[in-house]
Protein backbone atom coordinates (compact mmCIF):
# COMPACT_ATOMS: atom_id res chain seq x y z
CA UNK A 1 0.00 0.00 0.00
CA UNK A 2 2.90 2.64 0.89
CA UNK A 3 4.34 1.65 -2.69
CA UNK A 4 0.88 2.05 -4.23
CA UNK A 5 0.86 5.91 -2.53
CA UNK A 6 4.40 6.50 -3.71
CA UNK A 7 3.46 5.40 -7.58
CA UNK A 8 0.73 8.35 -7.51
CA UNK A 9 3.37 11.06 -5.64
CA UNK A 10 6.25 10.18 -8.50
CA UNK A 11 3.28 10.34 -11.20
CA UNK A 12 2.24 13.57 -9.94
CA UNK A 13 5.96 14.97 -9.75
CA UNK A 14 6.36 13.95 -13.29
CA UNK A 15 2.70 15.73 -14.27
CA UNK A 16 4.79 19.00 -12.96
CA UNK A 17 8.18 18.42 -14.28
CA UNK A 18 6.90 17.77 -18.28
CA UNK A 19 4.64 20.41 -18.76
CA UNK A 20 7.31 22.93 -17.48
CA UNK A 21 9.63 23.57 -20.96
CA UNK A 22 6.51 23.78 -22.34
CA UNK A 23 5.53 26.67 -20.83
CA UNK A 24 7.04 29.85 -21.11
CA UNK A 25 8.29 30.31 -17.53
CA UNK A 26 8.93 27.20 -15.94
CA UNK A 27 10.17 29.04 -12.27
CA UNK A 28 6.88 28.28 -10.66
CA UNK A 29 6.69 24.58 -11.32
CA UNK A 30 10.27 24.04 -9.75
CA UNK A 31 9.19 24.82 -6.05
CA UNK A 32 6.15 22.31 -6.62
CA UNK A 33 8.71 19.54 -7.77
CA UNK A 34 11.43 19.94 -5.15
CA UNK A 35 8.53 20.26 -2.25
CA UNK A 36 7.37 16.67 -3.81
CA UNK A 37 10.67 15.28 -3.59
CA UNK A 38 10.79 16.19 -0.36
CA UNK A 39 8.25 14.61 0.76
CA UNK A 40 8.71 11.08 -1.20
CA UNK A 41 12.09 11.25 0.59
CA UNK A 42 10.85 11.84 4.02
Do not use: C, E, G, K
Request: net charge positive.
Amino acid sequence: MRYFSLYFQVRRLFLFILPSPHTPHPTPHFPTSMHLLHDINA
